[in-house]
């Protein structure tokens, strides 16, 4: 068979068996008879291969070897192809600024004769990283130039996973008609081509579209059918993929004896490929199918293999993710002592994810700033440049016509000036759009209420000498993932957006309104006693359950759960930082949903004279309440037939 056949077919077969295909194109780069071209072409699949399999000697070798290949000039394809498994392998390991960085330089140095085949490759994964880097419009803008160039091919298997590709970033984008029309092409080529593990890619992404859609039933079966694909193909790694994907959907269907089925199946698979994070995903799903079966200790403790897992790779956010699904699941199953200790971990990880993302965001900013600088020092170099040009020429023409030397002066300086106005005008434009800038960056754009960097300098003001003063309330809108899935995504935007508007009518203009996240709104008001605290609370519970939302012209009933408290805490004014209070409030919050939801509970007085005792009555505020260090007020929504507020207290031994 010809080399060049050997490479479109190792191509097409390593998405199944990765490890064998990248052996066999190593063994065809090294041998007498290949050609330089051909040579380049093997490594850059042997390498993206490598990438796929997280191998990073592998991939840096192969790299190497295309390096080395583009310094020598021959072919001009190899440098550009050596940038662009390595930025493969940087999207594998997670670091999608790192693999945008490099795939941009790929593209760069991509040879202007390249062929569509060269070309489709870098365009493809140049998109794939936009899109894991959330940046969907480049994505869907590249994915749209795959297709055509797919087209070109006219090979179904490759028009297909064009098609597939651009389905998954429409339904990123929240563009679900173009994203099902756009499935249901690449569903026809992938039957035409017979490739089982195209179908196998676009039966999974037709399924999280119909998932987005509601269709259950359809989705499921699209499930289903990707797994049978992967299966008849022997791509081991997707098969423990979609066994994992499978296990997901029964365990939100509630069929938690299939779930813990499908997920038992995929663990000693993923364990086989030494998929760590496949192998994390199936561990959290058996302990949580464990708990939902009243199994508890032993899902526990699938559940904390799944962390530790997470926490020797480092993955912060798998380990919140994962005690935040184990808190829900305890609740359910009654263990209310295991939920609270989950939620609170949960809640701590939540807090160093939030203070990463805003490190993460000063970073970029400042990197923006300093581009912004250096553009227009260079502007200004640029400026003087053409000035001191001016000068020059005005010295000269002095030199040589002395009648003209006036009028040469004039202009020069008129340049000058209009240099030194232009200059002053750009200075002012940025001033006026990082300002603008600065305040959107602050602003919910689904409510128009601040969000939690607007609160983070809020805060900042507030503080004194890093300690609070005032009352926090936190409200979350209870069962809302029903309102999600019983009248769709719309309706939530639309009772978020009048909950929003709730809060302000019955608060000041002084209060602080934040949508903490999600289904989430934090308040923060001053100067209240504490009998104004209670009353104020008690109108959030009735000002916000107390009447259906709208949508549609549809009532879409709501209630809330709140906790709160004021800060100095008596009877000691104890006074306590910021992140103490957040996380009394939110342990008062989740009181108040374990024990029915629609009310609100309030720390009214904790018997701790500092932060450390704090600390530990915080961890169990139920128990403390019961031994009396703690008084709690307790407060019932509208819908609750006893809505008169009942003081729960436990006065002071």
Request: glycine share 8%; net charge negative.
């Amino acid at each position: 068979m010809p080399v060049a056949a050997q490479l479109l077919l190792l191509e097409r077969d390593g998405r199944a068996q990765p490890q064998a295909c990248a052996a066999r194109l190593a063994a065809l780069a090294a041998a007498e008879g290949t050609a330089a071209a051909q040579r380049t072409q093997a490594l850059l699949l042997q390498g993206w291969l490598l990438a796929g399999l997280s191998d990073p000697a592998g991939t840096e070798a192969a790299a190497r070897q295309l390096e080395r290949a583009g310094e020598a000039g021959d072919p001009p394809l190899a440098a550009a192809a050596a940038l662009l498994v390595r930025a493969r392998l940087a999207e594998q390991s997670g670091d999608t600024a790192r693999a945008g960085e490099l795939i941009d330089q790929a593209s760069a140095r991509l040879p202007g004769q390249a062929g569509t085949l060269d070309r489709l490759r870098f365009t493809s994964a140049q998109a794939h990283i936009r899109n894991a880097a959330s940046r969907l419009q480049d994505a869907i803008r590249l994915d749209h130039q795959s297709l055509k160039l797919a087209d070109e091919l006219a090979e179904p298997w490759r028009q297909a996973e064009a098609r597939n590709d651009l389905a998954y970033s429409y339904y990123q984008a929240e563009q679900l008609q173009p994203a099902r029309r756009l499935s249901d092409e690449a569903l026809d080529l992938a039957r035409r081509s017979g490739d089982a593990v195209t179908l196998a890619h676009v039966y999974t992404v037709q399924g999280i579209i119909l998932d987005a859609l509601g269709d259950k039933a359809a989705e499921r079966d699209a499930l289903h059918a990707a797994l049978d694909q992967a299966q008849r193909a022997g791509a081991r790694y997707e098969e423990s993929l979609y066994l994992a994907n499978l296990a997901d959907h029964y365990l939100k269907g509630g069929d938690y004896a299939t779930a813990l089925r499908y997920a038992q199946h995929a663990l000693p698979l993923t364990r086989e490929l030494k998929n760590l994070g496949g192998e994390t995903v199936a561990l959290a799903n058996i302990g949580l199918a464990q708990i939902a079966l009243r199994d508890i200790e032993s899902g526990k403790r699938h559940l904390r293999a799944s962390i530790d897992i997470d926490e020797r790779r480092g993955s912060i956010t798998g380990v919140s993710s994962t005690y935040a699904e184990m808190a829900q699941f305890l609740e359910r199953a009654g263990d209310l002592r295991g939920a609270i200790e989950a939620w609170q971990r949960h809640r701590a990880l939540a807090t160093q994810l939030l203070a990463r993302d805003q490190q993460q965001a000063i970073l970029e900013m400042q990197e923006q700033f300093d581009g912004e600088r250096r553009s227009r020092e260079l502007a200004l170099l640029q400026r003087d440049g053409q000035i001191q040009s001016e000068e020059l020429r005005a010295l000269a023409l002095e030199q040589r016509l002395w009648w003209l030397a006036a009028v040469s002066g004039a202009l020069v300086v008129l340049l000058v000036l209009l240099g030194l106005l232009r200059v002053r005008a750009t200075n002012q434009q940025l001033a006026r759009s990082n300002a603008m800038l600065k305040q959107q960056s602050e602003v919910d754009p689904l409510t128009g209420l601040a969000n939690r960097r607007h609160l983070q300098e809020a805060v900042r003001r507030l503080g004194v000498e890093g300690r609070f003063s005032g009352t926090v309330l936190l409200a979350d809108l209870d069962h809302f993932k029903r309102v999600n899935d019983r009248y769709g995504h719309a309706a939530g935007d639309a009772v978020l957006a009048q909950v929003a508007q709730r809060l302000r009518q019955m608060l000041r203009d002084t209060d602080l309104i934040v949508r903490w996240g999600g289904e989430e709104f934090q308040v923060v008001v001053h100067a209240l006693d504490k009998d104004a605290v209670q009353a104020l609370a008690q109108r959030m519970l009735d000002g916000i359950g107390g009447t259906p939302c709208l949508h549609d012209e549809r009532p879409v009933p709501v209630s809330v759960s709140i906790g709160y408290a004021t800060f100095p805490l008596e009877p000691s004014l104890l006074a306590v930082s910021w992140e103490r209070a957040i996380g009394l409030v939110d342990t008062a919050l989740y009181l108040a949903k374990a024990h029915g939801r629609n009310r609100a509970y309030g720390v009214r007085m904790v018997r701790a004279d500092d932060e450390q005792q704090l600390e530990a009555v915080g961890r169990a505020l139920e128990t403390a309440w019961l031994a009396g260090e703690v008084t709690l007020t307790s407060l019932r929504g509208p819908a609750d037939a006893r809505a008169e507020p009942q003081l729960a207290e436990r006065e002071f031994a």
